[in-house]
């Protein structure tokens, strides 16, 4: 399965929102896409969901306009919001049983899948409590296990572990991978730590652009010789800390600034590997030039 976009933009009244983004995706793709807070990745997560239509441009699915089609695109697609809308009276099951309804599962299908689901989800136990008194990372749980009634072939999460604590952010991180192992799934987040060990390729989107569109591997080789280490003494903090290009770690002989640059900040600077937060940081920096 292909997703293909076509010069996709996104304008409201006079401000541009997205802007010409061409890309292709494929399933078996585990897609994070990433940006800073009003990047565009919501606006185009909408348009990949069908709630919204572009303005110019158009997404392709196997060759198949989702815009002029909408259902071809809703018919194979599982969407998680960043707000999941949930029943808290329900419990799991019973809250699993209506959205199968919604989504029109085959009655002989319906309880199958949802057993399956649970147990995949690891909610079995729980499937016969009510939604209210689950815990942040369980309504996920119960959320992309809606998501997946149907089986649908792509998934699309919006900030998926939003207000989640680390054990169920690992937990959500896990299940994704798997999934991603013969679904198209697609993941936006501000977060780079919710995708680093799980994501196949990357977007970087920034004022409603693609700044990179690859592999992981391949962003870190590009940041070779843009992130520098020295260490300072306390009274002697460099200027501007805030600006987002530079990190403070402490270490046994002192602390140390990771600083991201084209040029070596300091004399007592070291060249070192960027990690891949460091990487995106860089690209939106315009610190990498690509």
Same mark, same amino acid.
């Given at each position: 399965?292909?997703?293909?976009?076509?010069?996709?933009?996104?304008?409201?009244?006079?401000?541009?929102?997205?802007?010409?983004?061409?890309?292709?995706?494929?399933?078996?793709?585990?897609?994070?896409?990433?940006?800073?807070?009003?990047? $565009?990745?919501?606006?185009?997560?909408?348009?990949?969901?069908?709630?919204?239509?572009?303005? $110019?441009?158009?997404?392709?699915?196997?060759?198949?306009?989702?815009?002029?089609?909408?259902?071809?695109?809703?018919?194979?697609?599982?969407?998680?919001?960043?707000?999941?809308?949930?029943?808290?009276?329900?419990?799991?099951?019973?809250?699993?049983?209506?959205?199968?309804?919604?989504?029109?599962?085959?009655?002989?299908?319906?309880?199958?899948?949802?057993?399956?689901?649970?147990? #995949?989800?690891?909610?079995?136990?729980?499937?016969?409590?009510?939604?209210?008194?689950?815990?942040?990372?369980?309504? #996920?749980?119960?959320?992309?296990?809606?998501?997946?009634?149907?089986?649908?072939?792509?998934?699309?999460?919006?900030?998926?572990?939003?207000?989640?604590?680390?054990?169920?952010?690992?937990?959500?991180?896990?299940?994704?991978?798997?999934?991603?192992?013969?679904?198209?799934?697609?993941?936006?987040?501000?977060?780079?730590?919710?995708?680093?060990?799980?994501?196949?390729?990357?977007?970087?989107?920034?004022?409603?652009?693609?700044?990179?569109?690859?592999?992981?591997?391949?962003?870190?080789?590009?940041?070779?010789?843009?992130?520098?280490?020295?260490?300072?003494?306390?009274?002697?903090?460099?200027?501007?800390?805030?600006?987002?290009?530079?990190?403070?770690?402490?270490?046994?002989?002192?602390?140390?600034?990771?600083?991201?640059?084209?040029?070596?900040?300091?004399?007592?600077?070291?060249?070192?590997?960027?990690?891949?937060?460091?990487?995106?940081?860089?690209?939106?920096? $315009?610190?990498?030039?690509?």
């Amino acid at each position: 399965m292909k997703l293909t976009f076509n010069n996709l933009s996104m304008t409201y009244g006079k401000n541009q929102i997205l802007n010409g983004l061409t890309t292709e995706c494929h399933s078996g793709e585990l897609i994070g896409l990433l940006g800073p807070n009003g990047a $565009g990745k919501t606006t185009l997560i909408k348009l990949l969901a069908t709630l919204a239509s572009p303005t $110019g441009g158009d997404v392709l699915l196997d060759g198949t306009s989702i815009v002029a089609h909408p259902n071809v695109m809703r018919k194979q697609l599982g969407y998680l919001p960043q707000q999941v809308p949930y029943l808290p009276n329900l419990t799991a099951r019973e809250y699993l049983t209506y959205i199968a309804a919604i989504k029109h599962v085959p009655k002989t299908q319906t309880k199958p899948q949802i057993e399956n689901l649970l147990s #995949q989800m690891h909610l079995q136990a729980t499937g016969n409590k009510r939604i209210k008194d689950f815990s942040g990372g369980m309504r #996920q749980r119960v959320g992309i296990a809606a998501t997946l009634l149907n089986d649908p072939q792509i998934i699309i999460a919006d900030e998926p572990t939003a207000g989640l604590d680390p054990e169920e952010r690992v937990s959500l991180r896990n299940i994704f991978a798997e999934l991603a192992n013969d679904h198209l799934v697609i993941i936006a987040t501000h977060i780079v730590s919710d995708i680093e060990a799980i994501a196949t390729n990357l977007l970087l989107i920034q004022a409603g652009q693609f700044r990179y569109d690859g592999t992981p591997a391949d962003l870190l080789k590009r940041s070779t010789g843009t992130v520098w280490e020295y260490r300072v003494d306390d009274n002697h903090l460099p200027a501007n800390l805030n600006k987002g290009a530079r990190s403070l770690i402490q270490r046994a002989d002192g602390i140390h600034v990771r600083e991201i640059a084209a040029h070596t900040p300091s004399q007592l600077a070291k060249p070192v590997a960027a990690d891949l937060e460091e990487a995106c940081l860089g690209v939106f920096k $315009g610190v990498i030039q690509l």
